[in-house]
Every structure is written in structure tokens, then in C-alpha cells.
């Protein structure tokens, strides 16, 4: 069956250090994948889509990669800050799908 | 631009009660989606309407209908309210029915006991 796992239910580091969050993937042959951040109480918030033929794509201090041979993901935030502390989640979609799956979410909680 | 907006932010419901969550979106987007977040997990998709007129069940469809009113409007119904369907409910929208991001609404917390 299909299976996405974001390995780390938590990570925590210091600040100023990069954080490097993981998504792995079975079983799909995703188009592309994208990255949300989430914080207590709210809803979703898009960051970052990569595809399947992008090997890498930045955003300020936000680097997505995506390898479709190991089939995952690296989301990395340099520089961290504590503002960065919230739950990211990532999403897979198929090619004219029409619907992303979910995975569960790693935490970052992000120290001074 | 208020984006995706959903009523009510709060409810609890008794057993076998039923009711309608709301969700509207300003941006003219084609697509939305209904999703139910439980404690320490992603977002399970329940139906989504890629167009206007349209609707397809998602993972978890049991339970629930939807109507997609019109290109703004898209309404989650419990006919009869289970306590495993205590939850947060979160409505999203996006431009195309794939290869685009989605708009998250704020959620609605429901408790059915």
C-alpha cells in the first residue's frame, strides 16, 4: 500500500543551526511533492512544491530536494530561529490526480 | 482578501446529530477539498470538488456528503454525528485541480459525544 513517512514525530535544535526534515515515500510515483508548515490552532500554510524533475528548489533560507530513486525528500531550513518552531508537513500528488496525500508531520521546535 | 473561510470555528454535537460545516473561498479558485486532521496526525482528504458541479470521494468518505453550492461554496454535511468523527476539519482551495498549492482555511474543532 501506499506509505509516506516523515521520520522525526519531533526535532530539536538550536538555533542557528539547519534543520533537516525528512519524507519518505512507498509506493507512489509522485508528479510532485510539496512542503506546508502548520502552526497550533491553524490551518496549513504552503512554502515550497517541488517536481518530479526538479532536483532542488530554494526559497530565502528554505532548500527542498527530491530524490524519486531513494524516493524522498529533504526540507531543510538554515539559519533556524524559533519562529521557525512549528509542525511541517509534507504532500504527495500524482499526475492529473487532483488530490495530495498527507504525511503525519515532524515538529521542529527551534531553541535560543 | 478574507481566502478560505469556514463556520463555525467551534462545535460540539451530540450522538445522531446532524449538521453542515461551511466553507467559502474568494480567490476564484476551481478546486477544493474537505479534510479531518485527528491528534498527531496529517490531513486525511474526505471529498473534493475539482470544478464547480463536480465531487469525488477522498480516503475517508464514510459518513459525510458534500455539495459544492457554487464556485465559492463548499459545505461538509454529518447526517448523524459519531464520536469517531471528533475532529478538526480543515476546507482548502486551489487554483487547478492538480500542480498548484493549496489555501488552508483556519479549521473547524468538532466533538461529538
Known amino acids: 500500500s501506499q506509505k509516506i513517512e516523515q521520520n522525526s514525530e519531533a526535532l530539536n535544535i538550536q538555533e542557528g543551526k539547519t534543520a533537516t526534515l525528512t519524507c519518505n515515500y512507498t509506493?507512489?510515483?509522485?508528479?510532485?511533492l510539496q512542503w506546508y508548515r502548520q502552526d497550533p490552532g491553524r490551518g496549513p500554510v504552503f512554502l515550497l512544491l517541488?517536481?518530479?524533475?526538479?532536483k532542488e528548489k530554494r526559497k530565502e533560507r528554505l532548500k527542498v530536494t527530491f530524490d524519486t530513486t531513494l524516493k524522498q525528500s529533504l526540507f531543510h531550513i538554515t539559519a533556524s530561529q524559533p519562529a521557525d518552531s512549528a509542525t511541517y508537513l509534507c504532500a504527495l500528488e500524482h499526475t492529473n490526480a487532483g488530490k495530495s496525500t498527507f504525511g503525519d508531520g515532524t515538529t521542529l521546535t527551534v531553541k535560543p | 482578501n478574507a481566502g478560505v473561510t469556514q463556520t463555525p470555528k467551534f462545535q460540539v454535537l451530540k450522538t445522531g446529530q446532524s449538521m453542515t460545516l461551511q466553507c467559502a473561498q474568494d480567490m476564484n479558485h476551481n478546486s477544493m477539498y474537505w479534510y479531518r486532521q485527528d491528534p498527531g496526525m496529517g490531513l486525511r482528504l474526505i471529498y473534493y470538488s475539482a470544478s464547480e458541479g463536480t465531487t469525488d470521494k477522498g480516503e475517508v468518505p464514510n459518513g459525510y456528503n458534500v455539495s459544492r453550492l457554487n464556485k465559492r461554496e463548499f459545505s461538509l454535511r454529518l447526517e448523524s454525528a459519531a464520536p469517531s468523527q471528533t475532529s478538526v476539519y480543515f476546507c482548502?482551495?486551489?487554483?487547478?485541480?492538480?500542480?498548484?498549492?493549496?489555501?488552508f482555511g483556519q479549521g473547524t474543532r468538532l466533538t461529538v459525544v
Open positions: 509506493n507512489y510515483s509522485p508528479a510532485y
Open positions: 482548502a482551495s486551489r487554483p487547478e485541480i492538480w500542480g498548484t498549492e493549496a489555501f
Open positions: 517541488i517536481r518530479e524533475n526538479e
